[in-house]
Every structure is written in C-alpha cells, then in structure tokens.
T-cell receptor, first 115, second 116 residues
C-alpha cells in the first residue's frame, strides 16, 4: 500500500526562524516520485519540487531546501529564515510507478509564520 | 499562474441538484486529473483522462462522471448532490511522460462547491 504521512498538523514560528516540515512515505515500488505542493490561503495548489527515487541528492532553492533519505523513507522540507508569505498548508505527495500517475497526498502541515 | 484554468470559482447549489465543473489544461498537456479536497478526506484523486480517454479511476462516486473533449478541456459532472459533496475540486494537467515516467501535475485554482 502507498501512503504519505505528515505527522505535524500545525507549526507556528516567528519570522526569520528556520522550520522543517516532515514527510514520511510508504511504498513497495522501487520507482516512485515525491512532490511538495504549497496551498496558500487563497486556495490554489502550487508545485514546489519533484524528486525521483533514484536521485537522493538534496536540493536547495533560495530559502527552501529538501532532504530526501531513502533509508528512512523521508522527504523533509526546510524553510530557512521564514517569512510571513510562507504561511500556507504544505502537502507532500507520492506517485508510484504502478500508481497510474495518481498523486497520493499527505494530510498537510499548516505553517503559520508570525511577524 | 499554473496555466490551468477552472470555472466557476465558486458554486452554491442545493441537495439533489446537478452541476458541471470545467477545466482547461495547460497548453500542450494531454492529461487531465480531477481531485477532491474535503475537510474529512483531505486531497483525494478522482479520475484521470489522457487525450480524451479515461486512464485511471480513484475513489469517484457513481454519481460523479467526467469527460475530456477533443480540444482537451475536461468537465466533471456531479449529480444528486449531497451535503457531503461540499468540497474544493481541483483539476490538474501534465505533459506526457517519457519512458512512462509521470510528469509533474500542475493544478488549477479549484472550484469551491457548497451544497446546501
């Protein structure tokens, strides 16, 4: 069975703090893809990053960084020096090779960044 | 802006009614997906179409149906609506993956449905 777990329901930080959003996934497939999406208060879903199971290199994009560890089935997301505009719900998602391109989403983590 | 458009943005209707949600994919994308986001179920995959043909089905109710037209836009039809169908309905589109690998799905702004 495929599953994505985001154990943190809500996180509250003060601006400029670093914050890490956890994502743990389950799949028996050896080929799979992991994604992070952001849902700001306006409601749309914004694509942030995609990773395939063969590429464990960490990635940094500005204040955002992602740590992919197959050994622990985790794909964590860190925001450095958080800003109020980072306030949103963040979703981790999984597509497996046998999953017909169906995105399996975690429950999401609501991040509130206070000034 | 993802390039995926959805209409209408908001829809308020009564139980027992039927509604149609419309989606236009990004230019060049052949695949269209529908997802439902509700408070109790989270984000759930409903159905995928590829170039006019149904490709995959998720937890889509029999009261719901979809289609993709020759111009690649898609419609999701919801009938005999119940209070529990109130949700945010997203459409996403993606390009054709190479060697069977899935491409990134880009989401539209969603249609917020409220059934009273």
């Amino acid at each position: 069975a495929q599953k994505v777990t985001q154990a943190q329901t809500e996180i509250s930080v003060v601006e400029k703090e670093d914050v890490t959003l956890d994502c743990v996934y389950e799949t028996r497939d050896t080929t799979y893809y992991l994604f992070w999406y952001k849902q700001p208060p306006s409601g749309e879903l914004v694509f942030l990053i995609r990773r395939n199971s063969f590429d464990e290199q960490n990635e940094i994009s500005g204040r955002y960084s992602w740590n992919f560890q197959k050994s622990t089935s985790s794909f964590n997301f860190t925001i450095t020096a958080s800003q109020v505009v980072d306030s949103a719900v963040y979703f981790c998602a999984l597509i497996t090779n046998g999953g017909y391109n169906k995105l399996i989403f975690g429950a999401g983590t609501r991040l509130a960044v206070h000034p | 802006d993802s390039g995926v458009t959805q209409t209408p943005k908001h829809l308020i209707t009564a139980t027992g009614q039927r509604v149609t949600l419309r989606c236009s994919p990004r230019s060049g994308d052949l695949s269209v997906y529908w997802y439902q986001q509700s408070l109790d179920q989270g984000l759930q995959f409903l159905i995928q179409y590829y170039n006019g043909e149904e490709r995959a089905k998720g937890n889509i109710l029999e009261r719901f149906s979809a289609q993709q037209f020759p111009d690649l836009h898609s419609e999701l039809n919801l009938s005999s609506l119940e209070l529990g169908d109130s949700a945010l309905y997203f459409c996403a589109s993606s390009a054709v993956g190479t060697r069977g690998f899935p491409e990134t799905q880009y989401f539209g702004p969603g249609t917020r449905l409220l059934v009273l």
